[in-house]
C-alpha cells in the first residue's frame, strides 16, 4: 500500500460502482460518518457506490491523495477535494460555487491488500463556509443501502442520537464512570488486526484529557517542533510557543463549558496511533463558532490520527470531527459562515481576523482537470510537494 494505491482509490469513485467495490473485501465496511454513511458488504456498498459516478447526479470533481503513512495492515492518507456540483449538495444549494475541503482516510487491510475496514472524514465546515447563505434547512444525508430504504420516509436530515452511555456520562473535569466508558470502548468490526485497545488509556485518552486540564498538559503531548491540526477549526499549529496561544482556552470552562471527550478505540502501535472517539459539548453561553446552538448540547464522531517520535511525543497530527453531525442539531436558518479565530498566528489582531473565509484553494488544485481526467501529473505532484510538506514519513506501526 502506498500513495498510487491512495489515488486508484479516490479515482475508483469517479469510475464505477464496481471499480470501488473491489477495493473491499466481501464483508468489508465502508464508513463516512460526515455522510451518516456505515456500510457493511458488497451488497449494500452497490446501492450506493455507483451514483458517485454519474456526473449527471453529482457533477464532476477533484480527488487527490497528497500523502501516504502506515504499512501494508494500516493506511492513513490526506487528500483534497474541489467539487463541481449540479445545483446543490445535501439538498443545500450551491448556487455554482465549486467548494473545496480537506479530509483525509484511514484503512485496515486484510492480508490479500482488501480494505476490511475504513473512516473517511472531511472538513465539512469548510465546504458549508463556500455556500450562499442563509442556509435554510439541515444537510441531507439519505441512506440508500439500508434494507428497505424509503426516500420518503427516510430521516435524511436528522442527527444519529447521542449513545446513551455517553449522554449518562460526567461532564469535565470527570472523573469519568469506567463501567459506562466500557460501554462505549470496542475494538471496531473490521479492524481488529490492527487493534491496540491498551494503548487507549495510555496515549488517546490521556491526550483528550489534557485539553481540558491545562493548555501545557496539551503541550507537553508535543515535540517542541510537533504540529497540531485541526482543518475543521482552520487550525495549524507548529510548534510549543503558538500552541500556548490557544491550547490554554479550552480548559476554560467559563469560556467554552464542560465537556465529555471519549477516546473509543485504538489502531496502529507506537509510530502511527488512529483512535476513534465521541464528544459531546455543554458550550457557555448560546454560541459556538458563532452560530446559536439554541441551547443544545451537541454530539459529535470524530477521529485524530497522531505520529511519534522516538521519545513517544506527538510529531504530528490531524484530528477531524463531524461538522455535519454538529450543523444538524444547531437551530436553523444558519445566517452566517462558522467563525474560526486564529489566535496563533504570530500577527494575530481580533479586529482584523478573518474568521468565516475558507482556505483559498491551492492554485494548482484549481487548474487541474475535472473527473473523469486525465489529471495533469505535474500538478498533482507540485499539489503534493506543497500539501505534503511538513508530513512525515511513516512506513510501521
Given at each position: 500500500?502506498?500513495?498510487?494505491?491512495?489515488?486508484?482509490?479516490?479515482?475508483?469513485?469517479?469510475?464505477?460502482?464496481?471499480?470501488?467495490?473491489?477495493?473491499y473485501a466481501p464483508d468489508?465496511?465502508?464508513?463516512?460518518?460526515?455522510?451518516?454513511?456505515?456500510?457493511?458488504?458488497?451488497?449494500?456498498?452497490?446501492?450506493?457506490?455507483?451514483?458517485?459516478?454519474?456526473?449527471?447526479?453529482?457533477?464532476?470533481?477533484?480527488?487527490?491523495?497528497?500523502?501516504?503513512?502506515?504499512?501494508?495492515?494500516?493506511?492513513?492518507?490526506?487528500?483534497?477535494?474541489?467539487?463541481?456540483?449540479?445545483?446543490?449538495?445535501?439538498?443545500?444549494?450551491?448556487?455554482?460555487?465549486?467548494?473545496?475541503?480537506?479530509?483525509?482516510?484511514?484503512?485496515?487491510?486484510?492480508?490479500?491488500?482488501?480494505?476490511?475496514?475504513?473512516?473517511?472524514?472531511?472538513?465539512?465546515?469548510?465546504?458549508?463556509?463556500?455556500?450562499?447563505?442563509?442556509?435554510?434547512?439541515?444537510?441531507?444525508?439519505?441512506?440508500?443501502?439500508?434494507?428497505?430504504?424509503?426516500?420518503?420516509?427516510?430521516?435524511?436530515?436528522?442527527?444519529?442520537?447521542?449513545?446513551?452511555?455517553?449522554?449518562?456520562?460526567?461532564?469535565?473535569?470527570?472523573?469519568?464512570?469506567?463501567?459506562?466508558?466500557?460501554?462505549?470502548?470496542?475494538?471496531?468490526?473490521?479492524?481488529?488486526?490492527?487493534?491496540?485497545?491498551?494503548?487507549?488509556?495510555?496515549?488517546?485518552?490521556?491526550?483528550?484529557?489534557?485539553?481540558?486540564?491545562?493548555?501545557?498538559?496539551?503541550?507537553?503531548?508535543?515535540?517542541?517542533?510537533?504540529?497540531?491540526?485541526?482543518?475543521?477549526?482552520?487550525?495549524?499549529?507548529?510548534?510549543?510557543?503558538?500552541?500556548?496561544?490557544?491550547?490554554?482556552?479550552?480548559?476554560?470552562?467559563?469560556?467554552?463549558?464542560?465537556?465529555?471527550?471519549i477516546a473509543t478505540d485504538?489502531?496502529?502501535?507506537?509510530?502511527?496511533?488512529?483512535?476513534?472517539?465521541?464528544?459531546?459539548?455543554?458550550?457557555?453561553?448560546?454560541?459556538?463558532?458563532?452560530?446559536?446552538?439554541?441551547?443544545?448540547?451537541?454530539?459529535?464522531d470524530g477521529i485524530t490520527?497522531?505520529?511519534?517520535?522516538?521519545?513517544?511525543?506527538?510529531?504530528?497530527?490531524?484530528?477531524?470531527?463531524?461538522?455535519?453531525?454538529?450543523?444538524?442539531?444547531?437551530?436553523?436558518?444558519?445566517?452566517?459562515?462558522?467563525?474560526?479565530?486564529?489566535?496563533?498566528?504570530?500577527?494575530?489582531?481580533?479586529?482584523?481576523?478573518?474568521?468565516?473565509?475558507?482556505?483559498?484553494?491551492?492554485?494548482?488544485?484549481?487548474?487541474?482537470?475535472?473527473?473523469?481526467?486525465?489529471?495533469?501529473?505535474?500538478?498533482?505532484?507540485?499539489?503534493?510537494?506543497?500539501?505534503?510538506?511538513?508530513?512525515?514519513?511513516?512506513?510501521?506501526?
Amino acid at each position: 500500500m502506498n500513495l498510487e494505491y491512495a489515488q486508484a482509490w479516490l479515482d475508483a469513485f469517479f469510475t464505477s460502482g464496481e471499480a470501488t467495490r473491489d477495493f473491499y473485501a466481501p464483508d468489508g465496511i465502508f464508513t463516512d460518518p460526515v455522510l451518516d454513511q456505515h456500510i457493511n458488504g458488497h451488497e449494500k456498498m452497490m446501492r450506493l457506490f455507483p451514483l458517485w459516478s454519474m456526473r449527471n447526479v453529482f457533477g464532476t470533481h477533484k480527488f487527490i491523495a497528497t500523502s501516504y503513512l502506515g504499512n501494508e495492515k494500516l493506511g492513513v492518507f490526506p487528500w483534497v477535494w474541489q467539487a463541481n456540483f449540479n445545483d446543490n449538495f445535501l439538498g443545500m444549494p450551491t448556487d455554482g460555487v465549486t467548494p473545496y475541503i480537506e479530509g483525509i482516510t484511514v484503512q485496515v487491510y486484510n492480508e490479500d491488500g482488501k480494505v476490511t475496514r475504513d473512516w473517511t472524514y472531511w472538513d465539512a465546515l469548510q465546504c458549508i463556509r463556500q455556500l450562499p447563505y442563509p442556509i435554510k434547512n439541515p444537510p441531507a444525508t439519505p441512506h440508500l443501502w439500508r434494507d428497505g430504504w424509503d426516500q420518503a420516509t427516510d430521516p435524511m436530515t436528522a442527527p444519529r442520537p447521542c449513545p446513551p452511555a455517553l449522554d449518562k456520562l460526567e461532564w469535565s473535569p470527570g472523573p469519568y464512570a469506567k463501567d459506562l466508558l466500557d460501554q462505549l470502548r470496542v475494538v471496531p468490526e473490521g479492524a481488529e488486526s490492527v487493534a491496540r485497545m491498551d494503548l487507549v488509556d495510555t496515549k488517546a485518552q490521556p491526550w483528550l484529557d489534557a485539553f481540558f486540564i491545562s493548555g501545557e498538559a496539551t503541550r507537553d503531548f508535543y515535540a517542541k517542533d510537533g504540529i497540531f491540526e485541526d482543518p475543521i477549526l482552520d487550525q495549524h499549529i507548529v510548534g510549543h510557543d503558538r500552541m500556548m496561544k490557544l491550547f490554554p482556552l479550552w480548559s476554560r470552562r467559563d469560556l467554552f463549558g464542560t465537556h465529555k471527550f471519549i477516546a473509543t478505540d485504538y489502531l496502529g502501535g507506537e509510530r502511527l496511533g488512529v483512535f476513534n472517539w465521541v464528544w459531546q459539548a455543554n458550550f457557555q453561553g448560546d454560541l459556538f463558532l458563532g452560530i446559536p446552538t439554541g441551547g443544545v448540547k451537541p454530539f459529535i464522531d470524530g477521529i485524530t490520527i497522531q505520529v511519534y517520535n522516538d521519545e513517544g511525543l506527538v510529531e504530528r497530527d490531524w484530528t477531524f470531527w463531524d461538522g455535519i453531525q454538529l450543523i444538524k442539531q444547531l437551530p436553523f436558518p444558519i445566517t452566517a459562515p462558522p467563525q474560526t479565530p486564529h489566535l496563533w498566528r504570530d500577527d494575530y489582531n481580533p479586529a482584523t481576523d478573518d474568521l468565516t473565509s475558507p482556505r483559498p484553494i491551492p492554485e494548482e488544485l484549481q487548474k487541474q482537470n475535472w473527473s473523469p481526467g486525465p489529471y495533469d501529473q505535474g500538478l498533482i505532484d507540485a499539489l503534493r510537494a506543497k500539501l505534503a510538506a511538513d508530513h512525515p514519513s511513516v512506513t510501521s506501526l
